[in-house]
């Protein structure tokens, strides 16, 4: 037979078993007949890989391997969900949709909340060309290598109707029974164990070795189509085109008319998740109509459109081995109980927070107790009640240290404080390697290769004493260390020299401030321009900076009025940080006072840079058009739904060029 034909004939003979298979649930063929067909085709494409098809079935196996995985800045952000907790919230959720609607008719779709890890899908004329995790919901790392492995992804769209370009959202996620199945292999082999479904889903995708990846059973479950031009009215026809067109759903989506059906539906799956094949932790409850989405629109991190509903945590009942108190980079003393472990939600649980002080005195905890374990959310194991019944005979109550577990110093609580904390701030060990772990990390100077372990092995050697000292740092002290050869002294000497580059935003973030996140430390950097000008800024000053109260003005005072941490910023500005904002000219009268909402991809800028451009000269930014929306910056495949509603309330929608020229 012709090989060309042949090779045609088994990629889609392949590609129907896979789908009839992942997707459908149905096989057709034995393994062994599939294995052999795929053989087959391995073997003529290596023989004519000038005949082999872009969607071959092949290219599932893997074999790339990434160094490390490249950025991509999503068209349009991942947004995270409000959670609720409870039917009231659900309600009050529906009064807000119905006051912002004004009296549109509007239904529900409903559908599982998967317990994965999310995955952006870009396809071009049908086929795959892009996979990219959520990351921070701005941009995620282009994981295309191992995405392509992922059986329930399609390569190659089935069907006819979908347009040149779409992106599809959805969850990857292990089976419950897989996953046993996974961990039962790993023990044979001497292997540790992975610890629960969602984390190995995580670490898999992060695998720089895409054969690895195919190794591992994943399932796409999509859930979300963006299209650039729109393709129905309402989410559930867009959930039956992803069908159609070869995409795996939960097949439990449906769309309610009122809150009876709703809760009905909620009251369903709490019971019924736990006979479901993967892990759910709630219920998406969104907005089906999808003109009225967009007339909702989004706040700064979530869509007013759409809420998760997360069921009440399991819990488990196990027995309290010991309690050990941490100290964190701020000095705050932590108490974390040792557990018998035990299965709770999916997960091994071996430790859970105690909080504080006073948490342990509200448990009445006492030594070897019974105590039943929850997790918050369904993520944070906690100890939310003790068995007194089940207590022995002379057990000792827990106590709160009164001196600092790390270095003996006695232990402080202010006033209106919950917590105690360890005013040894110079000396103490856990404190010192906290502060330059959080220093070098990617959201502060992002300095590649500075982690924990070497960090530790920094300080402990006497070679760092604060973050200060890091520029420092010499090739010679380095490359006499563990762990560090020529090369990777080089790189880490290298990568600490890069981050002088950071802006002064982020260095201000990077001094640890207690209070003081990354949005507070934009917001005062703007204000006061200069690490000097707000290191002697008084109480009030610094009160009247948006988002700034008491307690973070008091943080900064406090902060900046000890004479060490004077002298370590200090050292940072004669090593050459920025401790500065850089200003483009001077601030235009234009921008003051004008608000924009940005909307696609832009040649010279990021999303970001742009953003940042536009506060930096007295502009503001928004997530949606309203009436108030005085520019809509559209680049290339800006939102159509945003360009439509721009126009329909005369909004002024302007290109990256004109911006530019807008504020020359």
């Not at 859970?352 to 194991?381: F, M, Q, T």
């Not at 022995?392 to 917590?419: S, Y």
């Amino acid at each position: 037979m012709d090989p060309k034909k042949r090779i045609a004939e088994l990629t889609e003979q392949i590609k129907q078993h896979n789908y009839n298979y992942y997707v459908l649930a149905q096989p057709t063929i034995s393994d062994y007949e599939f294995d052999m067909l795929l053989k087959e085709l391995e073997e003529l494409e290596a023989q004519y890989p000038e005949y082999a098809l872009p969607d071959s079935p092949t290219r599932r196996v893997g074999g790339t391997v990434t160094k490390e995985f490249p950025t991509y800045q999503h068209l349009r952000p991942m947004l995270s969900l409000n959670n609720s907790y409870s039917k009231a919230d659900i309600e009050e959720f529906d009064r807000q949709v119905q006051k912002l609607s004004g009296g549109k008719p509007y239904t529900y779709l409903l559908d599982h909340k998967f317990d994965g890890v999310s995955l952006s899908l870009h396809y071009e004329n049908g086929l795959l060309v892009r996979g990219v995790t959520r990351g921070d919901g701005v941009q995620g790392d282009d994981i295309t290598p191992n995405a392509r492995t992922i059986r329930t992804v399609p390569l190659r769209l089935r069907g006819t109707g979908y347009p040149p370009r779409l992106e599809v959202r959805g969850e990857v996620l292990m089976h419950k029974d897989e996953f046993k199945k996974l961990n039962e292999e790993r023990d044979e082999n001497g292997e540790p164990p992975l610890a629960n479904p969602r984390n190995a889903t995580a670490g898999t995708l992060k695998l720089q070795d895409s054969s690895i990846v195919a190794s591992r059973p994943l399932y796409f479950y999509a859930y979300y189509l963006l299209t650039d031009t729109p393709l129905a009215r309402t989410d559930f026809e867009l959930m039956e085109l992803l069908r159609q067109w070869g995409f795996k759903l939960s097949g439990a989506y449906q769309v309610c008319h009122n809150l009876d059906e709703v809760f009905a539906y909620l009251d369903h799956w709490e019971e019924a998740r736990h006979e479901l094949k993967y892990d759910i932790d709630g219920i998406v409850i969104k907005v089906n109509e999808l003109e009225l989405r967009d007339e909702l629109g989004n706040t700064a991190k979530a869509p007013r459109w759409a809420i998760a509903f997360k069921y009440k945590a399991e819990e488990a009942v196990t027995r309290l081995l010991s309690v050990s108190f941490q100290v964190g980079r701020t000095g705050k003393i932590t108490p974390v109980a040792n557990l018998q472990p035990v299965l709770l939600a999916g997960t091994t649980v071996k430790r859970a927070s105690l909080h504080n002080a006073d948490e342990i005195r509200r448990l009445d905890l006492h030594e070897e107790d019974y105590v039943k374990v929850e997790k918050g959310g369904d993520i944070i194991p906690k100890v939310i009640t003790v068995l007194r019944e089940k207590r022995k005979p002379g057990a000792r109550p827990i106590t709160f240290p009164e001196n600092c577990p790390a270095c003996g110093t006695p232990l402080v609580k202010e006033e209106g404080e919950a917590n105690h904390f360890c005013p040894n701030t110079q000396g103490c060990p856990p404190q010192i390697k906290g502060r330059i772990i959080h220093f070098a990390s990617r959201g502060a100077m992002d300095i590649d290769g500075l982690g924990t372990e070497i960090v530790n092995q920094l300080v402990d050697a006497g070679l760092v004493k604060n973050y200060a000292d890091l520029y420092d740092l010499t090739y010679e002290q380095l490359v006499g260390l563990e762990r560090f050869a020529e090369l990777s002294a080089r790189n880490l000497l290298n990568s600490i020299e890069k981050s002088k580059q950071k802006p002064f935003d982020k260095v201000l973030f990077a001094l640890g401030i207690r209070f003081v996140g990354a949005t507070v430390a934009k917001k005062l950097a703007r204000h006061f321009t200069s690490l000097e000008a707000l290191a002697q800024a008084e109480l009030e000053t610094l009160k009247s900076v948006p988002d700034v109260g008491e307690q973070i003005a008091r943080s900064v005072r406090e902060f900046f009025s000890h004479p060490e941490n004077l002298k370590t910023v200090q050292r940072l500005l004669d090593a050459g940080l920025k401790v500065r904002m850089e200003k483009i000219g001077t601030q235009s009268e234009q921008l003051i006072g004008k608000s924009f909402v940005i909307s696609g991809v832009f040649n010279s800028h990021s999303r970001e840079e742009i953003k940042e451009l536009i506060e930096s000269l007295g502009g503001e930014v928004k997530s949606s058009v309203s009436s108030k929306t005085t520019y809509l910056l559209a680049g290339e495949h800006a939102g159509p739904s945003k360009i439509s509603k721009a126009q329909k309330l005369g909004v002024t929608i302007i290109s990256e060029q004109e911006f530019m020229e807008l504020i020359a």
